[in-house]
């Protein structure tokens, strides 16, 4: 009932309801974006839903019109250069993402869920189907998240996405979103240029 019913319209409702709380926010980052740099205030890009079917995404655009298409940020020789001034900030703050509560209203997204892939992270893609993770809608933010986010290694970020299949009802929803609101709060797991960095520092050590 929660999964196929009560999710859905929350999600839908929350939504609903941030756009209008949230539009003074809205409108203030969009003249912001657009006095920073040359190009759009949105950022599209082409995302993996719910049983592998393909959606857009929308962010707020964090980076220079002349950055290299569909690639990772962490792909990228040096992010650092690509990254607007307001983008350090919004990626900072996670604010770049809050156009994802379009996705949501219309249905392409839910508030809790994995993150959706690019469409061509194949090695994403394929560990979360192990998981059963590529059936579910993905998410704004998810149990991933709030346990390493840009940190963690693929392998362990599918396995994660895997327990939210697994234990998602209410109550762990509000407990990822609720851990959602403290990692933001203090920064932790945001890493510009490189992916699975726990890992990594423990072969360092």
Known sequence: MYKKYVKQSIDFLMSFIGIIILSPIFLF???WIKLDSKGPILFKQKRVGKDKTYFYILKFRTMYIDTPKDMPTHMLANPEQYITKAGRFLR????????????ILKGDMSIIGPRPALWNQDDLIAERDKYKANDVKPGLT????????????IPVKAKLDGEYVE???FLFDCRCFWGTISSVMKHEGVVEGGTGSINNQNKVS
């Open 167 to 169: 234990k998602m009802n």
């Open 29 to 31: 980052l969009c003249i």
């Open 142 to 153: 998810g149990w991933a998240q709030i346990n390493g986010r840009d940190e963690l290694e």
């Open 92 to 103: 900072k703050t996670s604010l770049d993402e809050l156009p994802q509560i379009i996705n």
